[in-house]
């Protein structure tokens, strides 16, 4: 992780991980090997995001004997933002099958690139869960800021980000607005251009994933 990025942000050093990147960046790349891809980054993205999740202690009958294993011991919750968030959310349920899923819809005003919200569905905060806030693209930070402000005023205090690709002024913007927020992403990219979109990027994730 480069030292000038902020301590919240982690960018993982896997090899497999920066080659589907780059399959997904390629404009030729077809929606079916984009989807199976992105679903790929999003395995190992999850992997990570996951490590340090806490464990309990748990007992075990193996066919030879009983032992003692590790479980995670926290409730986790996916909160896809809508509609590209979706495309992280079922790899991330195949690792973590048990988790409660939220959904928040936002769409981007194409004039003052602020969010709109056009569906919600969080409940509030019954214990001490942990969210995930799913989205392959951190651009202005605009819908991820404001979705990490719905879950807070819903009472959860554990938030978690994972990104596919994110720019240096949607980092900015999350460090400034909720430096509480942890971050794993794939890759951090050179800039937004004037339209708000990231560069070098991969375009507009959610209609390459779902091919509209």
């Known amino acids: 992780m480069s030292a000038t990025l902020p301590s919240t942000i982690f960018i993982p050093k896997n090899a497999r991980l920066k080659h589907f990147l780059g399959v997904l960046r390629d404009k030729s790349t077809s929606t079916e090997l984009f989807r199976a891809t992105a679903n790929k980054i999003s395995c190992i993205l999850t992997v990570y995001a996951t490590e340090n999740l806490p464990l309990k202690t748990i007992e075990v009958v193996t066919p030879i004997e009983k032992t ?6 926290v409730e986790l919750i996916a909160c ?16 973590n099958p048990d988790s409660k899923v939220f959904h928040i819809g936002l769409k981007r005003d194409e004039n003052t690139h602020l969010p709109q919200v056009y569906y919600r569905n969080i409940e ?42 994110a720019a240096p002024e949607g980092i900015k913007k999350m460090q400034d607005e909720h430096p509480d927020v942890t971050m794993t992403v794939a890759a951090v990219d050179e800039r937004l251009n004037e339209n708000a979109f990231i560069v070098p990027g991969l375009g507009d994730a959610g209609d390459r994933y779902f091919g509209v």
């Open 80 to 95: 896809p933002i809508l509609r590209a968030g979706l495309s992280m959310l079922e790899p991330f349920l195949v690792l």
């Open 68 to 73: 003692k294993q590790l479980a995670v011991s």
């Open 124 to 165: 509030p905060e019954q214990g001490n869960s942990l969210v995930f806030v799913l989205d392959p693209m951190l651009a202005t930070g605009g819908s991820l800021s404001f979705t990490c402000s719905q879950l807070k005023a819903a009472g959860f205090k554990n938030i978690a980000v994972v990104c596919m690709i």
